[in-house]
């Protein structure tokens, strides 16, 4: 298991660094409805229950799949080389989508 956290976290790492990724609650959330929306929703474990309900709705509603990863939005953060602490984040590539959901299953 060990291993593929760090497959997912480098996979992240090199979304991040290839700019195909959103990041934070509400700019996923208003991205869902535009023309280009995100291809996977990655939801870490430490988002509150109310983010975590509010994205799955609309993930739902606009068709979009979701994954919630063992990670705390501390780690999130410093993964991502952010200040803050996100819970959400829009995958916007297709091969990044694929993989990063095929890890956080596995």
Do not use: W
């Not at 979009?64 to 993964?79: C, F, R, S, Y």
């Amino acid at each position: 298991m060990a291993d593929g956290m760090q497959r997912l976290k480098g996979m992240l790492g090199f979304a991040m660094r290839a700019g195909k990724l959103i990041i934070g609650t509400e700019i996923v959330c208003t991205s869902l409805s535009s023309k280009k929306p995100p291809l996977l929703v990655v939801v870490s474990n430490g988002a509150s229950d109310g983010t975590k309900k509010k994205i799955s709705y609309k993930c739902e509603f606009y068709g979009i799949k979701t994954v919630q990863i063992n990670m705390n939005t501390d780690e999130l953060g410093h993964l991502l080389g952010k200040t803050y602490t996100p819970a959400v984040i829009g995958v916007m590539d297709e091969g990044f989508a694929k993989e990063i959901e095929k890890l956080s299953i596995g």
